[in-house]
């Protein structure tokens, strides 16, 4: 065994909220995410039925599983932690949703949520998000000060559309940046600008900011391959959101197709991982 990516594709992201009111179904969906030779795929944790549809539909492909859940106490957890053990979860994405306005409430419920984490081997990482405790970069680089043992999930497209970044990015930014990157223990995927938390990756124009975003993914996988086991697995989402995340057009539809967009990012998250991969290779062959 060794460290190995994989790369999962969200199930919100194939929602597709097109005009013409077509939606797939579940079974359609899984069924092209597994057939694309996505890894796994990303959903809520938070219903019992839910969970183990598609956990029954997993087990068809062969596919592992992200849990997404938003608590706004402690014990919101438990039934979380629960299902994800019984069905089996790669890790669970925990968005606190609470907005405390002092360090101390936060880490209340930060260490609560770690001693229940504790009773289970199924790892839980605290999102990066916006409207969650997690919204501000500086707040939460407080709480890594207070806290440095915590397990971010690194979705650094709110970091950049929230402090609105300026281009170039300065060195300061770069550094605050990769100080969350180096609690990150798993990735959430889609390219922002300092304006928009979600451009079009096919789009010329936004070339820097996706060569921007490959930067600082691939400082992550290097940051994280020095501080995870020897067979532990990495786990990225491609998470192209829907509309209003994705830009529409005068026809109220997206101005790309998503879902070509996140072949296009996993292929691009693969080839980086073989970069930082061969890197350490030869890092590992020199020393």
Not at 179 to 196: K, M, N, P
Not at 197 to 212: C, G, T
Not at 220 to 237: Q, Y
């Amino acid at each position: 065994m060794a460290q190995r990516l994989l790369v999962f594709q969200s199930l919100w992201s194939m929602e597709r909220r097109h005009t013409d009111g077509y939606e797939r179904t579940l079974e359609e969906n899984v069924r092209m995410i597994a057939e694309a030779g996505f890894d796994g795929v990303s959903a809520h944790c938070t219903q019992r039925e839910d969970v183990k549809r598609l956990a029954e539909l997993r087990k068809t492909y062969g596919l592992a599983a992200e849990g997404q859940c938003f608590p706004t106490t402690v014990d919101d957890l438990q039934r979380v932690l629960e299902l994800a053990t019984e069905f089996g979860l790669h890790h669970v994405d925990l968005q606190p949703d609470v907005r405390p306005r002092t360090q101390r409430e936060a880490l209340a419920l930060l260490d609560g949520w770690q001693r229940l984490a504790e009773q289970v081997e199924i790892p839980v990482y605290i999102e990066t998000h916006r409207d969650r405790m997690t919204t501000d970069l500086y707040f939460t680089l407080d709480l890594l000060d207070a806290r440095p043992d915590l397990k971010l999930l690194g979705d650094i497209s709110h970091y950049l559309v929230g402090r609105e970044f300026a281009w170039p990015v300065s060195q300061e930014n770069h550094a605050l940046m990769h100080r969350i990157l180096d609690a990150s223990w798993a990735f959430h995927g889609r390219v922002a600008s300092r304006e928009q938390v979600q451009i079009e990756l096919s789009f010329a124009p936004h070339r820097k900011w996706v060569d921007l975003f490959l930067d600082w993914w691939r400082y992550g996988f290097r940051s994280w391959r020095k501080r995870a086991g020897a067979d532990d697995t990495l786990a990225f989402t491609c998470e192209l959101g829907p509309q209003p995340y994705a830009i529409i057009g005068p026809d109220g539809n997206d101005t790309t197709d998503r879902w070509r967009e996140s072949l296009l990012m996993r292929d691009w998250i693969r080839e980086l991982w073989h970069e930082v991969e061969k890197e350490s290779t030869r890092d590992s062959a020199a020393a």
